[in-house]
């Protein structure tokens, strides 16, 4: 990594350079200096141009989101090329020739400022040597002298903890809406084993309780109000009711997390004093870093409510907890939304790592799965899948426990259903998201015969692929791929099993490799418990969760931290109105009901003594009621019964 200090005297910049660990200036020559002259109305001149520069940008993609034609496109005026033109331009007047040469020539990756307070507001990612921003060639972080220290040192960890905190104002829906989206992304495509995430919203979070909170954590994600005052120890984060979290409060609580990541605004009333300091971030990430443990990036103007800071933050998320930098991982986050989004939006160009860029947050062997521990865990099927597979899992889990009283055929026979119920309850996933499309009429379901939909899932799962329309489960599309052969390879051998053509000296083999397969499914798809399976009993918000096995059954709100108002909390009893009765799985983000009504029915009861009983039926959708009822009748004379219908 390039290190370059740079020192202010009056209007003269001195630098050194610390090149591979080597404080030798190895660039000076004879009448060579590592100097130049600055005057500060330049510096003003250069950073009110690219605040005019982003206002226009703002602007004009609040127009639907960026995603529209701008007046400016009609006149060619291009963004992109204007930051070039004055980033060059200072450039050539900031740094000397001697450096400029020599980062021209560079093979290094990673690039590190360490500067005086007076150069603070300057983003030097956005200086240009007229070919390419200093973004594109390095990976950039940048400290201030006197504010923090100069090198971050921590080992990257394999466990993380994170927080997000979204709107505790309670007035800010683009912050809810990122606290929603972002925490489930995170946590559908992240292992909770690798990645533990907490989310406090609104009105709820009280100063002690967020305290509280960011002790422990790694990672604190913050999208909401900021109160900036040019005493540092005095910026914060404001809660509900104007109160505010300082820095101080922040630096006092013990909390030392490795990165800070703030989608934030200025409140209305620091917005002027904000103004009229061009340093205001740096003085505000400057506030959270007294440590100098923690890195911190964020935004240095204001950024209209549109989806690109939240794709631009997914981006950010996904490469760093792939193990790369911090500076690498921003850097694929800016190179995706200049490609990706309009050339009015300045996305790409409004955040900056305050930190090293070479801070490695999670360890890049952290996601590659270990063999000694790889198995599936019982107790989070019993609590947290789906109670049809939670259900037959647990019968073979006792089968096990007791395997001196049960042959392996046995074994087989209950690894089978629950293979049968964990297909059939996707194949009831898939399909009613397939009907919530509108296509075409409700596909058929068979239940006497689960391996017979394997067809149909996947001609539905090729449509929904084709039309590139987002499922409501992302993951499962990819897992029902990826398992594909594995999972006709299962069903092949159910039917050598029940009609006897596997040898008795090879059934233990038979019975190892079902388990090791379908076992290996399970765990894939253990981001259905970031959803909900409810039985509607009323409308209303708080439904009979059927997760797991029925100890864990339980009236719950269904409502994320940041959906507790009134209004969301009507709409959630209008739209549960005409579900009452019936099952369904719930998305929270998208506030979302996929009505299972159609291919399953789960009768529930309360007894005398207060404990729920279930009559559990798989439907066969799309045949004659009489023959819908031959087939929950006939289930008992069957080679392979399924779970028992009525469990206590």
């Not at 005057?39 to 995603?67: C, P, Q």
């Not at 001697?98 to 093979?107: C, H, W, Y």
Request: net charge negative; glycine share 4%.
């Amino acid at each position: 990594m390039i290190t370059i200090i740079i020192d202010r005297v009056g209007n003269t910049n001195i630098f050194n350079i610390i090149h591979d660990q080597s404080s030798e200036n190895l660039l000076l020559r004879d009448n060579q200096s590592l100097s130049s002259i600055t005057d500060d109305d330049l510096i003003d001149e250069f950073l009110t141009e690219l605040h005019n520069i982003a206002a226009v940008s703002r602007t004009f993609t609040r127009i639907k989101g960026g995603e529209v034609e701008t007046p400016y496109s009609s006149v060619n005026f291009d963004i992109s090329k204007r930051i070039h033109q004055i980033g060059e331009a200072f450039y050539r007047q900031f740094f000397p020739k001697v450096l400029i040469d020599f980062l021209k020539n560079s093979n290094n990756e990673y690039l590190y400022f360490h500067v005086d307070y007076k150069l603070a507001s300057i983003p030097l990612e956005l200086l240009s040597d007229g070919y390419k921003f200093l973004w594109e060639k390095f990976f950039i972080g940048k400290s201030v002298k006197g504010q923090q220290n100069s090198t971050i040192d921590f080992e990257a960890k394999e466990y993380l903890q994170m927080l997000i905190i979204a709107d505790p104002t309670e007035d800010l829906d683009w912050a809810r809406k990122e606290g929603e989206y972002l925490y489930d992304h995170l946590s559908t495509n992240f292992p909770e084993k690798k990645l533990q995430i907490e989310m406090l919203s609104g009105r709820r979070i009280t100063k002690l309780s967020l305290l509280n909170a960011i002790v422990g954590k790694d990672l604190i994600h913050y999208s909401g109000h900021l109160h900036y005052t040019d005493d540092l120890q005095e910026n914060g984060w404001i809660l509900y009711n104007n109160k505010i979290v300082h820095a101080r409060e922040v630096q006092l609580s013990g909390a030392k997390p490795i990165l800070i990541f703030s989608n934030s605004c200025i409140s209305g009333s620091d917005r002027e004093q904000m103004e009229s300091g061009q340093s205001w971030y740096e003085n505000f990430a400057s506030s959270f870093l007294k440590s100098g443990k923690t890195n911190y990036i964020g935004t240095i103007w204001e950024l209209p409510d549109t989806k690109q800071t939240l794709n631009f933050t997914q981006q950010f998320y996904n490469f760093l907890f792939d193990g790369e930098s911090v500076g690498y991982a921003l850097f694929k986050a800016r190179d995706f939304s200049r490609r990706n989004f309009s050339d009015m939006d300045l996305t790409w160009a409004s955040y900056l790592l305050m930190g090293s860029p070479l801070s490695q947050i999670f360890r890049p062997d952290a996601r590659t799965p270990d063999l000694s521990q790889n198995v599936l865990n019982y107790d989070l099927v019993a609590e947290k899948y789906p109670y049809p597979i939670a259900l037959a899992y647990d019968k073979f889990i006792n089968l096990v426990l007791n395997k001196e009283k049960h042959s392996h055929s046995e074994r087989i026979e209950a690894l089978f259903r629950v293979l049968d119920n964990t297909i059939l309850f996707l194949t009831a996933l898939i399909f009613a998201n397939y009907n919530n499309l509108n296509l075409s009429d409700p596909i058929e379901l068979n239940a006497e015969d689960p391996g017979e939909n394997l067809a149909n899932i996947y001609k539905v799962l090729k449509i929904v692929k084709t039309l590139k329309t987002e499922t409501v489960i992302p993951n499962l599309l990819e897992t029902m791929y990826v398992h594909k052969d594995d999972i006709y390879k299962l069903y092949d051998w159910k039917t050598m099993f029940l009609n006897n053509l596997i040898n008795e000296d090879n059934i233990e083999g038979y019975s190892i490799s079902l388990q090791y397969l379908l076992e290996r499914f399970l765990m894939e798809l253990e981001y259905l418990k970031n959803y909900g399976f409810y039985r509607i009993m009323d409308p209303g918000y708080i439904h009979l969760s059927i997760y797991g096995l029925p100890r864990y059954h339980k009236m719950r709100e269904i409502t994320l931290p940041t959906q507790a108002s009134a209004e969301i909390r009507e709409e959630l009893t209008v739209r549960t109105a005409p579900l009452t009765g019936k099952s369904v799985f719930y998305i929270p983000v998208k506030r979302l009901f996929l009505d299972l009504s159609l291919y399953f029915d789960l009768g529930v009861t309360l007894s005398e003594s207060g404990d729920y009983q279930y009559a559990m039926h798989f439907l066969s959708y799309g045949q004659t009621t009489e023959k819908k009822s031959k087939v929950l009748n006939s289930q008992k004379s069957r080679s392979l019964p399924p779970v028992d219908p009525i469990h206590n």
